[in-house]
């Protein structure tokens, strides 16, 4: 039963937000303390320090993601020594794969308009950050991956089974000083392919313009604004368009077989989700904050994805169907989502 200290509880905890609140009202109606830009100002103030909590638990996330992924490479590595005849480095590519289904997702061209439509300007902000931070952070941590993945089997090849036992006397040292070296050369070739990569410099670019722009309050100029404006508005239709293209150009939907289809789309829909909702609850994410961060976590397969899987020759039939088939079920899925959520949080 209810009782009368626990409604003062309840009321201790809520006066302070409507203490807020009041002020807010007030300030605005009653003292004429802000104009309408000032609290434009401040309500964008509000949606970076909220966007600052959802970026957190996005990596939070993938994290977990991580961690989980390292723990069945692990396993699958002992089972593989048990058994001496496993293959290690097949454990670590599918792990680079399953992070790649279970982490990255299109929110820039599907999740800016939906989430959009749904909960208004400012979850498309938070989705638009998520995804600077997709181009400027883990798309260049996946190319380091793949290039040191691919470095670790050209020494496999040229140094066979030394690369995976211990180092012993002069033999050893030199295949250590051999593999150390091969850290240059990888680096350099990720350096040449982000510089290449007209996303992450134009990233890069926004943000630190953005960063000067609010530092001294500077304007874009008309011009060039107009032109941004543009390009932004046929950004999303051309993505979409293009990815018709990519859908259209493949012989079949599905090339991985039924199996690896159900598996990247339980990583895509089920488990990067829950990685999400693990993440956003460690930050005290609630209400419309936590739907948003849960809905972009079941966003399609990233198309980046696929560009990089087949670059390195890595099951890029998986990623190319878990592209066609997340698009296509994406729409009843997070309308799906959109709906649950809203019932039980």
């Given at each position: 039963?209810i009782?009368?200290?626990d409604?003062?509880?309840?009321?201790?905890?809520?006066a302070?937000l409507?203490?807020?609140l009041?002020?807010?009202y007030g300030s605005v109606?009653w003292?004429k303390?802000?104009?309408?830009?000032?609290c434009d100002?401040?309500?964008?103030?509000?949606?970076?320090?909220?966007?600052?909590?959802?970026?957190a638990?996005?990596?939070?996330a993938?994290?977990?993601?991580v961690?989980?992924l390292?723990?069945c490479a692990a396993v699958?590595r002992?089972k593989a020594?048990?058994r001496?005849?496993g293959?290690?480095?097949?454990?670590?590519s599918?792990?680079?794969?399953g992070?790649s289904?279970?982490?990255l997702?299109n929110a820039?061209l599907?999740?800016?308009?939906l989430?959009d439509?749904?909960?208004?300007?400012w979850?498309?902000?938070i989705?638009?950050?998520l995804?600077?931070?997709?181009a400027?952070v883990w798309?260049p941590l996946?190319?380091?991956v793949f290039?040191?993945?691919q470095?670790?089997?050209?020494?496999?090849?040229w140094?066979?089974?030394?690369?995976?036992?211990?180092a012993?006397?002069?033999?050893g040292r030199?295949?250590?000083?051999?593999g150390?070296?091969f850290w240059a050369?990888?680096?350099?070739a990720?350096g040449v392919?982000?510089?290449?990569?007209p996303?992450?410099?134009?990233?890069?670019?926004?943000?630190?313009?953005s960063?000067v722009?609010?530092r001294?309050?500077?304007?874009m100029?008309?011009i060039i604004d107009?032109?941004?404006?543009?390009?932004s508005k046929?950004?999303?239709?051309?993505g979409?368009f293009s990815?018709?293209?990519?859908?259209?150009?493949?012989d079949k939907?599905i090339v991985?077989?039924l199996?690896?289809?159900a598996?990247?789309?339980v990583?895509?829909?089920i488990?990067?989700?829950?990685?999400?909702?693990a993440g956003?609850?460690?930050?005290g994410?609630?209400g419309?904050?936590l739907?948003v961060t849960?809905l972009q976590?079941a966003?399609?397969?990233?198309v980046a994805?696929?560009?990089?899987?087949?670059e390195y020759?890595?099951?890029?039939?998986?990623?190319?169907?878990a592209?066609i088939?997340?698009?296509l079920?994406?729409l009843?899925?997070?309308?799906a989502?959109?709906?649950v959520?809203?019932?039980?949080?």
């Open positions: 039963m009782g009368w200290g409604v003062y509880r309840v009321a201790a905890a809520m302070p409507y203490f807020a009041g002020l807010g109606r003292w303390l802000f104009t309408a830009d000032h100002a401040v309500n964008r103030l509000v949606v970076f320090a909220a966007g600052y909590r959802v970026l638990a996005d990596a939070v993938k994290l977990i993601v961690l989980a390292a723990g699958r002992a020594a048990t001496r005849g293959s290690a480095p097949s454990s670590y599918w792990c680079i794969t992070f289904l279970a982490a997702n820039l599907v999740g800016v308009p989430l439509a749904m909960y208004g300007k979850a498309r902000d989705i638009v950050q995804s600077v931070l997709q400027v798309f996946m190319l380091i290039e040191a993945r470095a670790w089997l050209e020494a496999v090849v140094f066979g089974s030394d690369v995976e036992r211990p012993q006397g002069e033999n030199k295949t250590v000083a051999t150390c070296a050369p990888l680096l350099r990720v392919k982000l510089a290449r990569n996303n992450v410099y134009a990233s890069l670019l926004g943000v630190a313009w960063s722009a609010n001294w309050h500077l304007k100029p008309t107009g032109s941004i404006a543009i390009m046929t950004g999303i239709g051309m979409m990815m018709g293209m990519f859908i259209g150009l493949q939907f991985c077989g199996g690896l289809t598996l990247s789309l990583l895509r829909f488990v990067a989700p829950a990685a999400t909702v956003a609850l460690i930050l994410l609630r419309d904050l739907r849960v976590a966003l399609p397969q990233s994805t696929f560009v990089f899987s087949r020759d890595m099951h890029a039939g998986v990623l190319s169907t592209i088939v997340s698009t079920a994406s009843p899925v997070l309308t989502y959109y709906l959520l809203g019932l039980v949080i």
